[in-house]
């Protein structure tokens, strides 16, 4: 099978198994998340299903109120039931690295306000060493420049994100990516403590002991891991 279906297999899962009626939902950004936003379109249509959502990004947005599920802004919803996102990688303890489509900054907002968050990968998300995808971190247009050279003097091997056109790629929030060319993360809670430390940085990519539940579509069938924190 393709990734895409594996994808697809992952997703439709996590609609069937986790999501149900009058609950609060965030919905992630991504491939994964395109296909699990057609199923919930699929089943509040079918089934007359109460679910409110919030977006991490404008292209979920949109595809979700196409079918008519309703959108709404984090700002009117205390807390989520449930996130369901997915990954760029994930590491053998779950922790994980997002931000590849430059929009890990509100998904970590909606992330930290659901009571639970569920990841949808295939199995091509888990992997090792940890860190071999880069690593984006959200900066501020004028402390760009500097952060580039703190970067590069602790060997972070930083790359400002540009386009097809050779711009800087800009984020929800107008800022700028650098993403962090590692190969390996030794150790993921003491980078994520520096990252955050530095003037200028807005957020990073790590996503640390915030995944509740995986779903890795694989070749043999759907791997459900469940109760991770």
Known sequence: MDQNTLKKSAAEYACANFIHDNMKLGLGTGSTVTFLVDALGKRIKEENLNITTVSTSSRTKRQAESLGIKVVDLNDIDELDLTIDGADQISPDYQGIKGGGAAHTLEKIVAT???????????????????????PVEVLDKAQNQLMLKFEQKELNPQLRLNENGKPVRTHFGNLIVDLHLGQIQNPHE???????????????????????????????RNCIDNIR
Do not use: M
């Not at 306000?113 to 690593?135: C, M, Q």
């Open 113 to 135: 306000a659901s009571k639970r968050n569920l990841w949808i990968v295939d199995e091509s998300k888990i992997a090792e060493p940890f860190g071999s995808f880069p690593l």
């Open 191 to 221: 980078l994520g403590a520096y990252l955050k430390s530095q003037v200028g940085v807005v957020e990073h990519g790590l996503f640390l002991d915030t995944v509740n539940t995986v779903i890795v579509g694989r070749e043999e069938g």
